[in-house]
């Protein structure tokens, strides 16, 4: 009995070992596919979600998503000093990895009406004065991806936008 322990105490052990050596066991695309939808919702939780996710993109290597950006592509992506980065990013973030899947057709509205709501969340952080600027911005960019699939804005609504800014701004004594 002695000599069994003696000899299950070490193979126990090189097997412990061994087990946490392996490689992490290859993601499926269904598993791909439901983090991808995770982080792809309306939902200000999702936003999180994926943002986390970003800043951390090491820990999501198994996934092999495509994190690349051109942000706004050819809009601007600060129109008017309104920071639509990171929404321009998320947006990327689902055409790419969806694409990548064969899943964007099924997905491109959802992934629009996210960029929508994340536009809409990043236009609130902004004084209400402006807000209205904001918003019409939003629905522009909106807009224009869910007819192109690209964020395209004509120089009539950048330069209306930027009129209702300066507008708004003069209107409250110069608070931004």
Known sequence: MKRLRLLLV?????TAVLALAAPAAAVTAEEKLSVLSGWTQTSVTSYNAWNS????QG?????????????????PDNPIGFDF????HRHDF??????AMGQFDANKSRLDSAFYEDLKRKC???NVV???????LAWTYYQAVKAFGSVVV???ELARAQRMKRDAIRANGGLD
Not at 10 to 14: D, R
């Open 53 to 56: 996710a970003r800043q951390n």
């Open 130 to 136: 402006v807000r209205p600027a904001c918003t019409s």
């Open 124 to 126: 609130a952080t902004y």
């Open 10 to 14: 070490p193979l126990t052990t090189l």
């Open 154 to 156: 004509s120089d009539a």
């Open 59 to 75: 820990s999501w290597s198994a996934y092999a998503f495509n994190w690349s950006t051109d942000y706004c592509s050819s809009s």
């Open 94 to 99: 689902g055409y790419r990895n969806y694409k």
């Open 85 to 88: 980065k990171l929404s321009c």
